[in-house]
């Protein structure tokens, strides 16, 4: 297979716990599972028996109100350790505290249960707003996930800065941050264009540093999530109606693990095709 310098790591990120706000790093041990650590928790909806997730932001919005982080980093081959929530309060917690599912739940207006162990067949709601064009319009379907995890689908999501800077353009108004896609590796491209250029790294090899490969297994479809607000970034549906307009709602790439070790900031990525 040719291999092609097409890039370099620009920014890692890990969310612990999903749908939470997560954290930043400048390098990351990668698992044949994904990012170590990443998604590691989630929470439970008592009432419905399902994972509670952004995707449905009519019962869980206030998820990205909260940010999750290590309290010490994760370890290969050890216990997940806890996470500190800072809290939309503003005051702070720890998975470990005794009653850490009343804090949560007092705070989501919802009964919800910290999970780490995947419940047998995992699933969620998931929003689709009124976009034209759309298969499914104002409505609530069930997602099942990956046995195992509490990934929506493949374990590693990846986007580049090419791909933002294209929406950005198409959408002058909009604020197309990193943050709104939550991706684990963004990407600074070797080309200067602004292109949706990961379209085309489907179906091919990627090779970060010197020691992580992944298979780039599909481009990844956009959800409502991107326009749910967050931090400093508002609510906005036009982010996601830009990228279904333009780009078939994509936006990134998922991938699976080939090879595992470590990434940093800076590593150059390879593309075998």
């Known amino acids: 297979m040719a291999r092609t310098l097409v890039g370099k790591v620009s920014s890692l990120w890990r969310y612990p716990v999903k749908s939470m706000l997560g954290e930043q790093l400048?390098?990351?041990?990668?698992?044949?599972?994904?990012?170590?650590?990443?998604?590691?928790?989630?929470?439970?909806?008592?009432?419905?028996?399902?994972?509670?997730?952004?995707?449905?932001?009519?019962?869980?919005?206030?998820?990205?109100?909260?940010?999750?982080?290590?309290?010490?980093?994760?370890?290969?081959?050890?216990?997940?350790?806890?996470?500190?929530?800072?809290?939309?309060?503003?005051?702070?917690?720890?998975?470990?505290?005794?009653?850490?599912?009343?804090?949560?739940?007092?705070?989501?207006?919802?009964?919800?249960?910290?999970?780490?162990?995947?419940?047998?067949?995992?699933?969620?709601?998931?929003?689709?707003?009124?976009?034209?064009?759309?298969?499914n319009r104002d409505t609530v379907t069930q997602l099942f996930m990956p046995a195992g995890t509490f990934f929506d689908s493949c374990p590693i999501h990846a986007i580049t800065t090419a791909t933002l800077a294209r929406l950005q353009q198409l959408y002058p108004d909009g604020h197309f941050e990193p943050a709104r896609f939550r991706p684990n590796i963004l990407i600074e491209p070797i080309a200067a264009d602004t292109t949706f250029v990961e379209n085309d790294w489907v179906g091919s090899q990627m090779t970060i540093g010197n020691e992580v490969r992944l298979s780039i297994d599909t481009a990844c479809p956009r959800c409502v999530v991107t326009t749910v607000a967050q931090s400093d970034l508002p609510t906005d549906l036009n982010i996601l109606r830009t990228t279904a307009r333009h780009n078939n709602s994509i936006a990134g790439i998922r991938a699976s693990v080939l090879q595992p070790g470590s990434i940093r900031c800076g590593d150059l990525i390879w593309l075998e095709q």
Do not use: C, M
């Open 26 to 135: 400048d390098a990351v041990a990668v698992t044949p599972t994904g990012l170590l650590g990443d998604r590691a928790y989630a929470l439970w909806d008592r009432q419905t028996q399902r994972i509670a997730s952004a995707k449905n932001p009519h019962k869980w919005a206030k998820l990205l109100e909260f940010q999750a982080t290590f309290v010490e980093y994760p370890q290969p081959q050890a216990t997940i350790p806890p996470v500190s929530f800072a809290l939309p309060d503003g005051d702070r917690a720890t998975s470990d505290d005794r009653n850490i599912d009343l804090i949560l739940s007092q705070l989501l207006g919802r009964e919800v249960e910290l999970l780490t162990a995947v419940p047998e067949t995992p699933s969620l709601d998931q929003y689709w707003p009124d976009l034209e064009g759309a298969a």
